[in-house]
């Protein structure tokens, strides 16, 4: 096979050189040359805009598509997995998985396999472990090892032909930064080999119907290393979430071409591996033997579930010139706006506070209908009264002190109801029509909302 021809292209204005310099010759950006295969010359040497003897591609309306019939779906085995993915592996599709180290990326993956094994081939390659670490950690998660066919290779074109001669219907690249192709001059885990590696195996995946799953690193900022390009490529990126300490590990699909993005998958982390948790909001709630101040507890929406969840707050007078404001769990500049709201339209001032709000269990709340929770949480805190024990509250805050509707706010009712709450505080507006067996409580401003909390606990 002839060698691929190298050439360089700069990140910034898509400029193309021959060698490799500090500086881009032609937009003069620093250090943004990169390698990359350069495209095969045509051999006819057909120039840009001369189209005569190419033929025209098929069109057909998307009515003449049947979607289910391309990409049939198959459940992987774990039902949080699934959930996560929108119902099941598709086959032909490219999934990212990224996260911490040591967060359960392999067992996960490992654990995926040996539920798949009976019904479909799958291949396990792995660039990062021998296979004795592997057969290691099969052993402890008691799967059958007879059933997990592993590899240990990081040349791309070797993985490929393997692939093609075994026809596995399942493949997971551990890690996409371990691999390299012998078409690029860099290191592994540089960016183009990187992009490459993964743009090679997106092919393969689309032209064969196989599931690829790629293991990506994440730098210390929590992002995947590697180019953003990365996340374009492939139909879903899937991103572990958890709390340092916390056994419960979250996987929250940040894309996905085939379901809901933003769709959260619990799992804990046990001795025998990941185990499925199906109903999260029962072990979010911290459980406080006694009512304990500072904290409230919300109905979040991630993905198309409800679920639970518990928001603590603590203010303590600060001696800092600059009183200290940590989130873990929500934004931190969400967390600015609110206090700011709170002192200008609810008269509570916290400029000489210390303040520190996170939510229980390692959850991350994206979403603003944690604002009243957050809120209510700040105020129990600074009066030192506990809010009831059978309230949960949720609605967004606005910046004139108004309380605006969030969606599926029935939903999330419904939820609470289920978990035995008994009242609810949350926008008017999302009261119209709805049918809970709970006392509600509609309120359309941030004070009013303060002030019923202050009278049911005063
Ligand atoms: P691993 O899956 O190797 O993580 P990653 O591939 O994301 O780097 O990490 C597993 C971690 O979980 C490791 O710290 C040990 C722990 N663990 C368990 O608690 N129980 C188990 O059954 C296994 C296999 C691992
Ligand atoms: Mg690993």
């Known amino acids: 096979m002839p060698k691929a021809r190298t050439q360089y292209v700069c990140r910034e204005c898509g400029a193309v050189s021959p060698k490799w310099s500090g500086q881009c010759p032609d937009c003069g950006a620093w250090n943004s040359l990169e390698e990359a295969v350069a495209e095969k010359a045509d051999a006819r040497g057909r120039g840009r ?3 005569s003897g190419v033929a025209g591609g098929r069109v057909s309306t998307l009515a003449d598509i049947d979607p289910e019939a391309s990409q049939p779906r198959f ?3 774990l039902s949080e997995m699934d959930r996560v993915l929108g119902g099941g592996l598709v086959a032909g599709s490219v999934i990212l998985i990224g996260g911490d180290p040591g967060i359960g990326k392999s067992t996960l993956l490992l654990q995926v396999q040996n539920a798949l094994a009976e019904r479909v081939e799958s291949l396990y390659v792995t660039g990062e472990e021998s296979p004795a670490q592997v057969a290691l950690r099969a052993r402890r ?36 930064q371990t691999l390299w192709t012998e078409a690029l001059q860099s290191a592994p885990g540089a960016v183009a080999q990187v992009r490459e590696c993964a743009a ?6 689309k032209q064969t119907g196989c599931t690829v799953v790629l293991v990506g690193h994440v730098t210390k900022q929590g992002a995947l290393a590697g180019p953003r390009v990365l996340e374009h490529m492939v139909d879903a990126v899937l991103y572990f979430e958890s709390d340092s300490g916390s056994r419960y590990r979250m996987i929250r699909a940040v894309k996905n071409r085939f379901g ?8 804990a982390m046990t001795d025998k591996g990941l185990k499925a948790v199906g109903n999260p909001s029962a072990i979010f709630l911290s459980g406080h033997q006694s009512p304990a101040p500072g904290s409230c507890v919300l ?10 969840v518990e928001v603590q707050a603590l203010v303590a007078s600060s001696s800092l010139s600059n009183p200290r404001r940590i989130a873990s769990g929500i934004d931190g500049n969400r967390l600015a706006i609110l206090l700011a709201v709170m002192q200008r ?38 009066r030192e009264k506990p809010l009831p024990r059978d309230l949960v509250a949720f609605g967004e805050i606005g910046l004139a002190g108004e309380l605006r509707p969030v969606y599926n706010g029935e939903e999330r009712l419904r939820e609470a109801a289920g978990q035995g709450f008994a009242r609810a505080l949350v926008p008017e507006d999302n009261l119209k029509g709805v049918k809970v067996r709970m006392q509600l409580h509609g309120c359309r401003r941030l004070d009013q909302a303060l002030g019923l909390v202050r009278e049911m606990t005063d």
């Open 49 to 51: 805009g001369n189209w």
């Open 75 to 77: 459940g992987s085995g």
């Open 141 to 176: 998660l008691e799967l059958d090892p007879g059933r997990i066919s592993c590899m240990t290779e990081t040349r791309l074109e070797v993985i490929l032909a393997t692939a093609a001669e075994r026809k596995p219907k399942f493949i997971v690249i551990d890690s996409i």
């Open 200 to 205: 090679r195996l997106v092919q393969f995946a």
């Open 260 to 267: 809901a993005a933003n769709e959260l998958g619990v799992f």
């Open 299 to 308: 109905v979040t929406r991630e993905g198309t579930r409800p679920m639970m």
């Open 345 to 382: 339209h609810a008269g509570i001032a916290l400029a000489d506070q210390d303040v520190f709000v996170s939510v229980a269990g390692g959850v991350r709340v994206s979403e603003t209908a944690s604002d009243l929770a957050v809120v209510l949480a700040l105020q129990s805190s600074l």
